[in-house]
Nanobody
Framework: QERLAETGGDSVQAGGALRLSCAAS??????????MAWFRQAPGTERRGVAV???????TYADSVKGRFIISRDSANKSLFLQMNNLLPEDTAMYYC?????????????????????WGQGTQVTVSS
């Protein structure tokens, strides 16, 4: 049974850093990594993609986090990470990891929550000014 579980959320001051982790239990008969992503949702807003890593390890970022966040994976330990540096108050949100066996051909779709069928429960990040 596929399962994702995020940890690492916390309250920090602006300029600080956090590292989120996502422990993944995903079935892959080919042994190939999944397309995985981090999304976030602030109160009253839609859930939006912030970073994607494809099965080959290629990464893509939303403009709002480019240069500050780094997505990575540890395939052996089936974990996904999000290193968040120079955090801003507008980064405050619930952060979710998501997975799907393949990434879409159109990169923009990989930032659309409708692409992914597997989700974690989320971890809260709060950044104070």
């Amino acid at each position: 049974q596929e399962r994702l579980a995020e940890t690492g959320g916390d309250s920090v001051q602006a300029g600080g850093a956090l590292r989120l982790s996502c422990a993944a239990s995903l079935y892959s008969p080919t042994g190939r990594d999944y397309c995985m992503a981090w999304f976030r949702q602030a109160p009253g807003t839609e859930r939006r993609g912030v970073a994607v890593i494809d099965p080959d390890g290629k990464t893509t970022y939303a403009d709002s986090v480019k240069g500050r966040f780094i997505i990575s994976r540890d395939s052996a330990n089936k974990s996904l990470f999000l290193q968040m540096n120079n955090l801003l108050p507008e980064d405050t949100a619930m952060y979710y990891c998501a997975a799907e066996p393949v990434c879409p051909a159109l990169v923009d779709l990989s930032f659309d929550e409708k692409w992914y069928n597997f989700w974690g429960q989320g971890t809260q990040v709060t950044v104070s000014s």
